[in-house]
């Protein structure tokens, strides 16, 4: 590695937190076109820097001695260890295709492929990089203080359905049928998973429906949030069918497969968002949308699923039963006919319709065998004007109380405003979400007025 300093300006890190604060401004710099020269040049000073730097003081500078680095094993051994800590680590980050452009920018093509797929690479052999699926993942990240988060690991969990359900209730308002459902379907794949029998227990699935702005997204969030469960929301209209342009349905996983164990995803939730967009007849992508659920039944049907590697082409079996899969979608035309002649979700937010049954989302353009793989149907109501009035002046996590934690006030509206926030949520049939916006609009100015100091 050339020094772009004399090595008697050079100064070795005095700490760990110094090193961090050098690869978060290299780290930023990283992928920006125009800058791309200037952080060339400060990775070479990381470079110089850590091999004049106690390796007991700070444990980066240790490895790189001790194995004596090459620059394509440093910059894929720092990129990977900051982005751990800046916890900004993504499918986009980890693929080895995306790395490989970057990595070249430090290192010849050829130096770059040998390092990632010769195997002979000290990262891979010491398993402080493990690569698999497609994936980079950093096991041993020296950025970070592993004794102290070993010892706040725990490996069984005892989960209480009332109590979960009991603190649910602080942060979602109304659709209380719906949250018992929705409950009670975690929590038999909770019990599934807890057995210990060598015989597979069929997944129990949830499908769940609900005008927009109804909180079917904030409810599954807030559910693995309590649980302190990983969580994934993906969005059905982006996948296509295997073969085609796009992102298949496996994409979806990948946030999970950097946290599996022995090719075993984690206890989880991946809710697969506006799944009524996969109606069969409509086409997306140039593909029908028909095939794209017969790709997504393949998945949430199964124990395991298998993967290609992008690069060596070769397939990975992920074992996927611990994933709890949640579809959900708005399906607001769906036509269920009411005794009073009305249809759908109407304009009336008090008006209720009757359940949805497995045959009406089959009329509607799911597949018959896609809606087989769900035990669970979950329907949320629209909100009445009691409900946003209570979501807005929620105490918990409401839009009022979210603005003053982060302005640091107390700010009371006046009841004129609530009702006219309310009125208009509801006209515009906006849920939630309007409430959101109204809120945001109303502390626009004091946020201009505010200065904020943020620690990377």
């Known amino acids: ?18 090193l961090i604060e050098h690869l978060t401004n290299w780290h930023a710099k990283c992928g920006v076109a125009i800058r791309q020269a200037e952080c060339v040049e400060i990775f070479k000073e990381i470079g110089a ?8 003081k700070v444990p980066m500078a ?12 440093l910059f894929l051994l720092l990129f990977l260890a900051i982005s751990q800590v800046l916890r900004v680590i993504t499918p986009s980050t980890c693929k080895v295709t995306a790395l490989l452009s970057s990595a070249q920018t430090f290192a010849s093509s050829k130096e770059v492929l040998e390092t990632l797929f010769d195997g002979k ?4 052999s010491k398993k402080i990089l493990v690569f698999s699926g497609g994936l980079l993942d950093i096991r041993k990240n020296p950025l970070l203080d592993y004794p102290s988060i070993k010892s706040t690991r725990t490996p069984c969990r005892t989960f209480s359905a009332k109590r979960i359900l009991t603190e649910l209730n602080k942060y979602v308002i109304g659709q209380e049928h719906a949250k018992k459902q ?67 349905v496996g994409n979806m996983l990948q946030p999970l497969q950097l946290l599996a164990n022995d090719k075993k995803l984690p206890l989880s939730i991946v809710f697969i968002d506006e799944i009524d967009k996969l109606r069969e007849g409509s086409e997306r992508w140039g593909v029908s949308s028909g095939n794209v659920q017969a790709e997504l039944l393949r998945m949430v049907e199964s124990q395991y699923f298998t993967t290609e590697d992008p690069i060596t ?22 036509q269920v006919k009411h005794a009073d002649k009305s249809v759908g979700f109407t304009q009336a937010a008090a008006v209720r319709q009757e359940p949805l049954s497995a045959d009406d989302y089959i009329g509607y353009g799911m597949l018959p065998e896609f809606i087989g793989r769900f035990s669970y149907f979950v329907q949320l109501n629209p909100l009445e004007k ?56 109303l502390f626009q100015e004091q946020f201009l007025q505010q200065t904020v100091k943020v620690c990377l």
Not at 231 to 243: E, K, L
Not at 313 to 334: C, M, P, Q, Y
Request: proline share 3%; hydrophobic share 35%; net charge positive.
């Open 1 to 18: 590695m050339n020094n772009t300093k004399n090595s008697t300006t050079i100064k070795a890190y005095a700490s760990r937190a110094e």
């Open 49 to 56: 820097r850590l091999k004049k730097t106690n390796g007991k």
């Open 62 to 73: 240790g490895l790189v001695q001790q194995y004596n680095l090459n620059d394509t094993e």
């Open 121 to 124: 690479s000290v990262l891979f």
């Open 182 to 248: 929705l409950v009670a379907g975690v929590f038999e794949h909770l019990a599934k998973c807890a057995q210990k029998s060598d015989v597979p227990f069929t997944k129990n699935n949830i499908f769940i429906s609900g005008p927009t702005g109804c909180g079917k997204t904030y409810l599954c969030q807030s559910l693995a949030r309590i649980l302190k469960l990983p969580f994934v929301h993906a969005d059905a209209s982006q996948y296509t069918q295997a073969g085609y342009t796009g992102m298949s």
């Open 313 to 334: 082409h070769k397939n990975t079996d992920w074992d996927i039963s611990r994933v709890l899969f949640v579809a959900g979608g708005a399906f607001e035309n769906l």
């Open 386 to 441: 009691e409900d946003l009035r209570r979501i807005l002046l929620n105490p918990y996590n409401g839009p009022l109380s979210q603005y003053e934690k982060l302005l640091h006030t107390s700010a009371a509206l006046q009841p004129e405003i609530v009702e006219e926030m309310v009125n208009r949520a509801y006209e515009r049939r906006l849920g939630a979400r309007g409430l959101q916006q109204q809120v945001g609009q």
